[in-house]
């Protein structure tokens, strides 16, 4: 008894796959990073967008102790997720409060901004060691150049003190507001979902 025969196509055309260059730098990959990261304007304008009522934010008959630490680490993380917004506004309103207490450094940055104003509004190339530097290579070497002037009027200890401070008000915003008493376990999943 004999077995059929059986034919097998095996005709086509084979593309050999990609090699992925994990240690090399991929220049395509690099020049899509800067589409994925939304601007300035635009992040703050999503987060006003995403604001929760500030009357709802300090409402004091909401700020109680908690009895575990777990129960603490829950509400940190809910309030963090749940007041971004609120959080990213109250840095920013440190951020002013530290700009207008010193005036040193406040004419510092308008002289950078100023400096920047006029370079762009001539929009002149200038010769630096034989290169060309167009308006936003000299924007960036008047910023660099500021550098040392802002450390020299006290711009570090600014710096240190808002980050000190942003973290201080919103720990301790967080630890002790009861979000229990406004969002459900219910409504934050529906919440989160939404979005």
Known sequence: METPEVHIDVSGNMETPQQDNKSGFNLSSFSNFST?????????????????????????SNFK?????????????????????????????????????????????????YACYKIKQNSTPVAFFSKQLNTNQQCIAVSVASVPVLYLAGAGAVMFWVLGASFFVISLHAAFYNIDAIVTEDMETFLTETV
């Open 36 to 60: 994925r990261i939304p601007s300035l304007w635009e992040l703050l304008r999503l987060s006003r967008q995403n604001i929760r009522p500030w009357a709802e934010f300090l409402q004091t």
């Open 65 to 113: 102790t908690v009895a575990n630490v777990s129960r603490l680490t829950n509400r940190i993380i809910r309030n963090l997720a749940y007041f971004q917004s609120n959080y990213l506004f109250v840095f920013l309103g440190l951020i002013v409060y530290c700009l207008l207490t010193s005036p040193l450094i406040l004419i510092v940055l308008g002289a950078v901004f």
